[in-house]
Each structure stands twice: as C-alpha cells, then as structure tokens.
C-alpha cells in the first residue's frame, strides 16, 4: 500500500471511529432516558405524584428521542455517502432520524408547558401521538441503517447485534402504533392519565431497548483501529 493509500485509509478509518463514537454517546444517552421514561411511568401507575411524574417522563422520553435522533442524523449522510449509497436512501434515513430529533424538542416543550399546569391532559396525549408518529417513521429509518451496516461491514457486525437492531426497529414500529393509540384515546377523556402514563411507559420501553441496540452495535463496530 503507498503512502496515499496509506494516508487515504487511515482518514477513513478515523471519520468511522468518530461516527461510531458519536452515534454511541447519542444512543447510549437516548437508552438511559428512555430508562427513566419507564421508571417514572411505572412509579405513576401505582399511584405516587401520577400528574407530576407523567409530565417529567413526557420531557424525558421527549430527551431520549432528541438524543437519538440527532446523534444519528448527524453522522448518517457521510456514512451513507462512503458506503456508495444513492442520495435518496441516505435521505430517507436522515429524514427519519430527523423526525425523532424534533418530536423529541417538541415533547420536551409539551412536557414543561404540562408541568406548569398549561392543560396537561391536552398536552401531554398529544405528546404522545407526536412521539408515536416519529417511532413510526423512525423505525424504518432504524431497519435501512441496519441493513447498511450489515452489507458494509458483515465482517465487524455481530449477528446477535444485528439481529438485536432489526427486532428494535419492529418495537418501534409497534410502540408507534400503540402511542399513538393511547393518546387518541386519552384525547378523547377515556382514561387520559392512565393511559397517557402508560404510553410514556411504552415509549421510554422501545427507546430504552432501540438506544441499547445501535449503541451496542457501533460500540463494537469500529474496535479494530
């Protein structure tokens, strides 16, 4: 190899190790929030500060999907663009991660205005359909990166965290669903603050296992120097 090639495959080797570290902060991140987003609503159901505890697990799990989606979008085009992926599929992506990054200041923003009183029982099922929609779309977005990863680098990608992303982006299909579900009918005054508390339980649930699963994923991705 000469020094060029040298040169060129060690600044390769260097923007990869930065996106594995970013995306790996991002997610890990995303997964501890989505932890607390659990642990709240689950401390609410059974009956301590539910009201409370349902707007601070709104702006957490609001926290948790900014924190994902922005790590991700930050580093998913030049990835994509490397792996000699068309402009449209890294669009897509993006355009995923993107969708939770701004769901996420949108209920973080939701979550304070319930917090302080502002109509929480409007707010916060709202919120939750909002966090729904961005799973949804996020998903998708989840299982086009993982089948990127899986062709670029089958030699460095292990099945079981292979297998560990792509059944995370079905819950988020699924907890989208669900979410978006629950605040319709929390919308509507059929339990709202029982269901609204365990749409917040559903969606700290999926981002807690998806941020886990693509943190686990580029943690190890890019070990070998």
């Known amino acids: 190899m000469d020094i060029a090639a040298q040169h060129g495959y060690q600044e390769a080797r260097r923007e990869e190790k930065n996106t594995a570290g970013v995306v790996t902060t991002g997610s890990t991140a995303s997964s501890i929030c989505g932890l607390g987003a659990l642990a709240l609503a689950i401390i609410g159901l059974i009956g ?73 029982m409007i707010l916060v099922p709202i919120a939750a359909i909002v966090f729904g929609g961005a799973l949804l779309i996020g998903g998708g977005a989840t299982a086009s990166l993982n089948n990127l990863l899986a ?50 339980l559903v969606v700290g649930g999926a981002l807690f296992i998806g941020g886990g699963a693509v943190s686990g994923m580029f943690a190890g991705l890019f070990r070998r120097a």
């Not at 402009?87 to 304070?112: D, H, P, V």
């Not at 819950?171 to 059929?190: E, F, W, Y």
Request: some cysteine.
């Open 151 to 200: 062709t670029r680098y089958e030699d460095r990608v292990q099945p079981a965290v292979r297998g560990a992303i792509g059944i995370s982006s079905g819950v988020k299909t699924l907890v989208g669903l669900a979410s978006i579900a629950l605040g319709v009918l929390a919308l509507i005054g059929i339990a709202p603050l029982t269901l609204c508390l365990i749409a917040m």
């Open 48 to 120: 301590a500060y539910p009201m409370f505890l349902l707007a601070i697990a709104t702006i957490v799990a609001g926290a948790a999907l900014m924190f994902e989606g922005g790590a991700i979008s930050a580093r998913v085009s030049k990835l994509m663009t490397d792996a000699g992926r068309p402009n449209a599929e890294a669009s897509s992506i993006g355009g995923g991660m993107n969708a939770e990054f701004i769901a996420g200041i949108a209920g973080i923003a939701l979550g304070i205005l319930a917090l302080v009183g502002v109509v929480p």
